[in-house]
T-cell receptor
Framework: AQKITQTQPGMFVQEKEAVTLDCTYD???????LFWYKQPSSGEMIFLIY??????QNATEGRYSLNFQKARKSANLVISASQLGDSAMYFC????????????FGKGTTLSVSS | NAGVTQTPKFRVLKTGQSMTLLCAQD?????MYWYRQDPGMGLRLIHY???????AKGEVPDGYNVSRLKKQNFLLGLESAAPSQTSVYFC???????????FGSGTRLTVV
C-alpha cells in the first residue's frame, strides 16, 4: 500500500534561514508523482512543487526545491530564505494510482517563521 | 474565475440531520475528489469520481454518499450526521495525473 510519512509535527525557523521539511514515501509502483502543498491559516490548499519519479533533476520553483532521493524514498521540501508568510502547514502527497489518481497525503508539518 | 467552488463554506448540523455539500468545477476536469481534513490526520479521501456518472469509495467512505450526475458537479451527502463527521471538507478536481489538482476553499462542518 502507498503511504506518505511526515515525521515533523512542527518546525521553527528564523526569517532568511533555509528549512527542510521531511517526507518519506512507500510505493511499489515504478511510476509515481510527489507533490508538496502549503495550507496557510486561511485554509486553502496551495500547490508548491511536483516531482515525477522519472525526472532526472530535482524540481525547483522559486524559493522551493525538492530534494528527491529515490533510493531512500524521500522527497524533502527545502525552502530557502524563509519569510514570515511561509508560516503554514505543509503537506507532502503522492498520486494514488489505484484510486482514480487521487492524492494520498501525509499528516503535515506546521512551519513557524519568526523575525 | 475558473476553479473549484464549494458550497456552503460553513455549516452547523444537529446529530441525525442530513445535508449535501456541492462541489462545482468549470475546467471540464474528468476527475473529482472529496477529502476530509481532521487535526493531525492530513487529508483523507472519502469518495472520488473518474468521470460523469461514476463514483468510487476512498479510504473513509462510511457515512457518506456521492453523486456525479453532471461532469461539472460532485455532490457529497451526509444522510444522518454524526459528531465524528465534524471536519473540514475539501473538493478537488484534476484532468489527469500530470495536470495537477485544483482544490476548493473548503467547507467547515460542525455536527453538534
Amino acid at each position: 500500500a502507498q503511504k506518505i510519512t511526515q515525521t515533523q509535527p512542527g518546525m521553527f525557523v528564523q526569517e532568511k534561514e533555509a528549512v527542510t521539511l521531511d517526507c518519506t514515501y512507500d510505493t511499489s509502483d515504478p511510476s509515481y508523482g510527489l507533490f508538496w502543498y502549503k495550507q496557510p491559516s486561511s485554509g486553502e490548499m496551495i500547490f508548491l512543487i511536483y516531482q515525477g519519479s522519472y525526472d532526472q533533476q530535482n524540481a525547483t520553483e522559486g524559493r522551493y526545491s525538492l530534494n528527491f532521493q529515490k533510493a531512500r524514498k524521500s522527497a524533502n521540501l527545502v525552502i530557502s530564505a524563509s519569510q514570515l508568510g511561509d508560516s503554514a502547514m505543509y503537506f507532502c502527497a503522492m498520486i494514488r494510482h489505484q484510486a482514480g489518481t487521487a492524492l494520498i497525503f501525509g499528516k503535515g508539518t506546521t512551519l513557524s517563521v519568526s523575525s | 474565475n475558473a476553479g473549484v467552488t464549494q458550497t456552503p463554506k460553513f455549516r452547523v448540523l444537529k446529530t441525525g440531520q442530513s445535508m449535501t455539500l456541492l462541489c462545482a468545477q468549470d475546467m471540464n476536469h474528468e476527475y473529482m475528489y472529496w477529502y476530509r481534513q481532521d487535526p493531525g490526520m492530513g487529508l483523507r479521501l472519502i469518495h472520488y469520481s473518474v468521470g460523469e456518472g461514476t463514483t468510487a469509495k476512498g479510504e473513509v467512505p462510511d457515512g457518506y454518499n456521492v453523486s456525479r450526475l453532471k461532469k461539472q458537479n460532485f455532490l457529497l451527502g451526509l444522510e444522518s450526521a454524526a459528531p465524528s463527521q465534524t471536519s473540514v471538507y475539501f473538493c478537488a478536481s484534476s484532468q489527469g495525473v500530470y495536470y495537477g489538482y485544483t482544490f476548493g476553499s473548503g467547507t467547515r462542518l460542525t455536527v453538534v
